[in-house]
């Protein structure tokens, strides 16, 4: 089961070899640094980026940082992985990354993190991996810097080129820091870093997503999708008891505060920006059982993030229900952007499917979420679903 984690929550590793990846709706730059149980890299070698990209046990790529623990330095007790922006100019405000944490063997998802919002920081320590005894635990750190990947580097001992006063160690409750002074360069660095993976988004037309990527809804740098429709089927049982499946969505505002609900029961939002189609009990039908258009334009702004789940009302689980999916609909064109596969999925009540936010821009960004959860009724999903905003 996939570990959705808060920050200072922790989980353990069951697998020896990971990948961290760390997504945003601007480009990033992953690199990874590996400290002793004093807190410090034993040299610069222990800076894994994309100018040096492996180390013992840890390897750098486009993608993310990968992690094979049984290659690790016994004498290394921790491996810090940090996001920085590439536009050394912007900074993280409306602009959390998510980290996903994958068991590269296979690709399953051990855990997901998303920080709090953020507002002046530049880098981040997004998560760690760290020693128990035998066994390597992850945890979820969201620390911010104003002052950049350097101030970060200085803080764990690395060089950087014409050094100033180093920021000061941050306490384990200071999530955000301010530098007075523009931090220095990294002295590894190359005077021109890639550009990194670029933004995905709807300029070729229709996206496959997977759990945890994003896409920006903007075509040409500008808003493509004004409504979008979320469907949802099923088929009915053919023995016991109905399947009703209800599809719903959640408003949060910047503080993750729930501010609407839209489901069965109450079926408009907004003045209706939102709409709610009306509710299916038994999933007979062809196409889509229910459907929720959202009116993107037409959102206060208020509204920074949408959540859009399912629940089983008549309480079974994803795993006995047959042929259940969800799509994501350009409401204008009926174009479906992305499909969610539900059958044979976790054996809980309830899965929230994806999240929409509202970046500073005014450009919305989607996430496949895929995160399940014990609950029947959108109501039992407002606290699981503020948690991955």
């Known amino acids: ?12 590793l069951t697998s020896t070899r990971v990948s961290v990846e760390v997504a945003a709706a601007k480009l990033l730059d992953v690199s990874a640094l590996l400290l002793t149980a004093a807190g410090k890299v034993r040299s610069d070698n222990d800076f894994i980026f994309f100018n040096a ?11 993310g940082i990968a992690v094979d623990t049984g290659g690790v330095p016994a004498e290394i007790d921790k491996i810090v992985i940090t996001a920085s922006l590439d536009d050394q100019h912007a900074t993280f405000a409306g602009t959390e990354p998510t980290a996903t944490v994958k068991d590269s063997t296979n690709g399953t998802v051990l855990a997901t993190f998303t920080p709090p919002r953020l507002t002046t920081e530049t880098a981040l320590i997004v998560v760690e991996l760290y020693r128990r005894g035998a066994e390597w635990k992850l945890r979820a750190v969201g620390q911010g810097y ?19 006063a180093a920021p000061a160690q941050p306490e384990p409750d200071d ?11 990294l002295a590894a660095v190359a005077p021109a870093a890639p550009a990194g993976p670029a933004k995905i988004t709807l300029d070729k037309g229709r996206v496959s997503l997977t759990k945890g990527s994003s896409v920006s809804l903007v075509k040409d740098g500008k808003p493509f999708l004004s409504s979008v429709k979320m469907g949802l089927g099923w088929e ?15 408003a949060f505002d910047s503080h993750r505060k729930e501010l609407e609900k839209i489901y069965f029961m109450h079926l ?14 038994t999933g007979a039908g062809s ?3 229910e459907v929720i258009t959202v009116h993107l334009q037409s959102l206060p702004p208020q509204v920074t993030g949408l959540v859009f789940t399912v629940n089983s009302f008549s309480g079974q689980k994803f795993t006995e229900i047959a042929k259940a999916y969800c799509r994501l609909i350009d409401a204008n064109t009926n174009v479906e952007l992305v499909r969610f596969d539900l059958t044979h999925a976790e054996p809980r009540t309830g899965v929230m499917v994806c999240k929409l936010i509202r970046m500073n821009t005014g450009e ?22 503020s948690k991955l905003l």
């Open 236 to 250: 009915p049982a053919y023995r016991g008891r109905n399947v009703d499946l209800d599809a719903s969505v959640i």
């Open 146 to 164: 104003a002052s950049g990947l350097a101030g970060i580097a200085t803080d764990f001992g690395i060089s950087v080129e014409e050094p100033s």
């Open 1 to 12: 089961m996939t570990a959705v984690l808060t920050p200072g929550g922790n989980t353990p």
């Open 268 to 281: 408009v939002g907004f003045n209706g920006a939102i709409q709610h189609m009306g509710d299916n009990l």
């Open 364 to 385: 919305w960004v989607m996430t496949a979420l895929e995160e399940y959860a014990d609950a029947k009724s959108a109501r039992g999903m407002v606290k699981p679903a």
């Open 175 to 185: 999530w955000h820091l301010a530098s007075p002074t523009p931090a220095p360069a």
């Open 53 to 63: 990209p492996t180390g013992p046990g840890v390897s750098y790529s486009q993608t």
């Open 287 to 289: 196409g889509d059982d």
